[in-house]
């Protein structure tokens, strides 16, 4: 059974930093692509960045990119995602996601396991 924790997501001003983690256990970290995926109230759940298993390519979605960084850690079994500059429309509930695909997507059903989310709220 895999399993996803997330971590890291809280109150921050505008502005302001927050890392989230995510920890897999119960499968191969390693070979997983890892994303993660954000909610705001109303709205549908979106793509935020992903990173490929073997050579940590990494992807960002427009609203994000040289804000938002992903990295991972395989001997961990943990991913991350630094937020910088983070401003009120990056509130939303912030989700970790694995792929045992190894081709690195930003369509949430090509993802096969989630972690229950982490609140991330950016005050103006």
């Known amino acids: 059974q895999v399993q996803l924790v997330e971590s890291g997501g809280g109150l921050v001003q505008a502005g302001g930093s927050l890392r989230l983690s995510c920890s897999v256990s119960?499968?191969?970290?390693?070979?997983?692509?890892m994303g993660w995926f954000r909610q705001a109230p109303g709205k549908e759940r979106e793509f935020v960045t992903t990173?490929?298993?073997?050579?940590?390519?990494?992807y960002y979605a427009d609203s994000v990119k040289d804000r938002f960084t992903i990295s991972r850690d395989n001997a961990k079994n943990t991913v991350y995602l630094q937020m910088n500059s983070l401003k009120p429309e990056d509130t939303a509930i912030y989700y970790c996601?694995?792929?045992?695909?190894?081709?690195?997507?930003?369509?949430?059903?090509?993802?096969?396991?989630w972690g229950q989310g982490t609140p991330v709220t950016v005050s103006s």
């Open positions: 119960g499968g191969t970290f390693s070979v997983f692509t």
């Open positions: 990173i490929s298993w073997n050579l940590g390519t990494a």
């Open positions: 996601a694995a792929d045992r695909s190894p081709r690195t997507s930003v369509l949430p059903s090509r993802y096969d396991y």
